[in-house]
């Protein structure tokens, strides 16, 4: 199947402690984005990226860094989880002048953080 | 900086009604819009893609419409059906490709 997918489907972890959320598409999208669903379930970009530019959301605080080792993946990493990290996480593909095609979501990734 | 407001926030009908979901945006000088649906606990589908240059787009009983210049969209679903409840979530294209939500729409559709 052509998709999005992004594991794991769900993740409960520690305070303090640091995780990753592995992201893979087969779509042949040259771009790879990282979305987040808070509480209120108002969804906001965090990382837009393809093998040229990273772009950061300004709002994003610096313990979430994101790793392409290429194309097809791109991996979210969270240092030192909080609280307030906890969300909904999804991971999205498309191609950078995406008009004609759109967006592609996965699934996404519940993190609790307890 | 764009903003994306959707009305109503929650909606409920009979089963077979037709209905109009509202989208509406602050900054038109949008790329691209897009329609999703999100059921609970899942992720995002894609309904509906309109590019900037087109003013409206179906797909079988879903009809979205763009008018740029007023900064609205709308999407239209015909002859409702309780599978169609769900929350609706339109997205403008900026910039660099990346996406603004709405607040989404949640539908319920009774039998």
């Known amino acids: 199947d052509t998709a999005v997918s992004q594991t794991p489907k769900y993740l409960v972890t520690q305070m303090g402690n640091d995780k990753s959320i592995k992201c893979e598409q087969n779509?042949?999208?040259?771009?790879m984005y990282w979305y987040k669903q808070d509480s209120k379930k108002f969804l906001k970009i965090m990382f837009s990226y393809n093998n040229k530019e990273l772009i950061i959301n300004e709002t994003v605080p610096n313990r979430f860094s994101p790793k392409s080792p290429d194309k097809a993946h791109l991996n979210l990493h969270i240092n030192s989880l909080e609280l307030g990290d906890s969300a909904v996480y999804f991971c999205?593909?498309?191609?950078?002048?995406?008009?004609?095609?759109?967006?592609?979501f996965g699934s996404g990734t519940r993190l609790t953080v307890v | 900086k764009q903003e994306v407001t959707q009305i109503p926030a929650a909606l409920s009908v009979p089963e077979g009604e037709n209905l109009v979901l509202n989208c509406s945006f602050t900054d038109s000088a949008i790329y691209n819009l897009q329609w999703f649906r999100q059921d609970p606990g899942k992720g995002l589908t894609s309904l509906l893609l309109?590019?900037?240059?087109?003013r409206e787009q179906t797909s079988g009983r879903l009809n979205a419409s763009l008018d740029k210049s007023s900064g609205r969209s709308t999407l239209y679903i015909a002859a409702s059906q309780p599978g169609d409840s769900a929350t609706y979530l339109c997205?403008?294209?900026?910039?660099?490709?990346?996406?603004?939500f709405g607040g989404g729409t949640r539908l319920m559709v009774k039998p």
């Open positions: 309109i590019q900037s240059s087109q």
């Open positions: 779509l042949g999208h040259d771009t």
């Open positions: 999205a593909s498309s191609h950078l002048r995406g008009g004609n095609y759109g967006y592609t």
């Open positions: 997205a403008v294209f900026n910039a660099g490709n990346m996406l603004t």
